[in-house]
């Protein structure tokens, strides 16, 4: 079709509708399709008529960075054509397009990210005005997520290169709870654990094999938090950096239990401690609680020289210096785990904290209405195209066999005894003055017969429900 004559300029107005559930409205002005001005301009009161789309010129849009567009309506929508010559052409389009996600605090990251739409002619023939109404509820067309919680919508205007585009962007934030309980949460407790391993005997043999079983727990915790993880090489998410320290830090468990068990080794053997870095960790008089004991080869020197005198020698009285090793050392391990899991404990929560938020944009209906054209695939399983039957009283009736795949919205709290509710949004394509949705639903029809046994789930009810969509039934 030829481009109407520009209302702009050289340019045609296009102004551009965005709802957020599937549906997308372009309307603009074509002065040739008026009648206001022309004789006999009332035409029986007709202000409006519906002309099959490839009648008219179509203001072609695009969308960019998309991975795929599908087309919900079952049939092509007709265009509507106003008394001034506004025509209104809208599709129920469901887009899925990718993000740059930054994952550098994952899981308590927070993304923006937005699909831009831009008009498919030349630059100086089409500008593009969109209407996006801030005050329209956009919460009712919106289901709830279970992984991110929607924090803002809005629009931005770009221009790239020559062509003008809008950016209709979201701003969301991750819900960190599942990593939290599920993943978090056991390895602090794992932490805390190992610290124990400092107050067992160190004649009880276990102190080892006990720090090497929560290395390879902590391991398997990584190894979840990676399977959790997306994909990336820009930066080092947070989980990651925690759990690689966690490893770290068990490491490092098992070889102070080592030293110690060493230094129980030899308190038999030899009660002095020469090795200086060691006498100054856990001999000084902060960690001991008193001071240093006198040198126990100067002890026995002064104890030769008695015995020259004449005066027999007294018992050697000199402390163990080992054993007062072995304890302070457990004291001193134990002491740090136990401040390193509180410190994890105090930033995880922090984190936690800061990414809780309670004013997210979700669905306000606890109905079907929240599921408004969220199919993800519609099969016409027809092999033909089906007749219309036309009835002597100008009844017409049409039918189709669909395989309609849709999402549900499942709550999760009670499972595996969980009971759920799920159903699928119909509505007409025109207008809402123009058509009056009427559903039959024989409540005594044996659809159990059509019904395939499913091992999962057990259906309890099936049943219609009728809402209106501010402007949709």
């Not at 308590?108 to 630059?123: A, E, T, V």
């Not at 107050?199 to 398997?220: A, K, N, Q, Y």
């Not at 080092?236 to 060493?262: G, H, K």
Request: hydrophobic share 45%; charged share 20%.
């Amino acid at each position: 079709a030829v481009r109407p004559p520009p209302d702009n300029g050289t340019a045609n107005t296009v102004t551009l509708f965005i709802f957020l559930f599937s549906l997308v409205k372009v309307q603009w002005f074509d002065s040739r399709l008026s009648w206001l001005t022309k004789p006999n301009s009332s035409f029986g009161g007709v202000r409006r008529i519906s002309v099959p789309s490839k009648m008219v010129w179509i203001a072609g849009l695009t969308f960019d960075n998309v991975l795929g567009i599908k087309d919900l309506s079952l049939d092509e929508p007709p265009v509507s054509i106003f008394i001034n010559g506004l025509v209104h052409h809208q599709k129920e389009l469901l887009v899925t397009f990718k993000c740059q996600m930054e994952m550098q605090y994952f899981p308590f990251d927070s993304q923006k990210c937005g699909i831009s739409i831009r008009s498919q002619n030349l630059p100086h023939e089409t500008m593009l005005k969109t209407n996006f109404n801030r005050d329209f509820p956009t919460e009712k067309y919106l289901s709830r997520n279970n992984e991110f919680c929607i924090k803002r919508i809005f629009l931005e205007k770009h221009r790239l290169d020559l062509v003008d585009a809008v950016i209709l962007a979201l701003k969301f934030q991750r819900r960190s709870a599942f990593y939290v309980t599920n993943l978090l949460f056991p390895s602090i407790l794992l932490l805390a654990i190992s610290a124990l391993a400092f107050r067992m005997p160190p004649d009880c043999g276990e102190r080892v094999s006990f720090s090497i079983t929560i290395v390879l727990s902590m391991c398997v915790f990584l190894q979840l938090a990676g399977n959790y993880t997306p994909t990336q090489s820009e930066s080092v998410p947070l989980i990651t950096w925690y759990f690689s320290i966690a490893v770290v830090m068990t490491i490092l468990n098992v070889l102070c239990n080592a030293f110690v068990l060493r230094c129980h080794s030899k308190q038999h053997n030899s009660a002095h401690v020469s090795n200086r870095l060691i006498r100054a960790l856990f001999l000084n008089r902060l960690v001991t609680g008193r001071k240093p004991q006198v040198h126990a080869a100067q002890d026995t020197a002064d104890q030769s020289e008695g015995s020259d005198g004449g005066i027999p020698p007294s018992p050697l009285t000199t402390t163990n210096e080992c054993s007062i090793v072995v304890a302070s050392a457990d004291k001193v391990f134990f002491a740090m785990n136990i401040f390193v899991t509180v410190l994890t404990v105090i930033v995880t929560s922090a984190f936690a904290v800061s990414a809780y938020s309670n004013n997210c944009i979700e669905g306000t209906f606890s109905s079907l209405v929240d599921l408004v054209k969220e199919e993800m695939e519609i099969k016409d399983v027809t092999l033909d195209e089906p007749p219309a039957l036309i009835f002597n009283s100008g009844f017409v009736q049409h039918q189709k066999v669909l395989l309609v795949t849709f999402k549900c919205q499942m709550e999760m709290q009670y499972f595996p005894f969980d009971s759920q509710k799920c159903g699928i949004s119909i509505r007409p394509q025109t207008l809402p003055h123009e058509t009056m949705l009427k559903i039959f639903f024989l409540q005594n029809f044996s659809t159990e017969k059509y019904l395939a046994r499913n091992n999962e789930f057990c259906i309890k009810r099936i049943f219609l429900e009728k809402h209106r969509l501010d402007v949709l039934d």
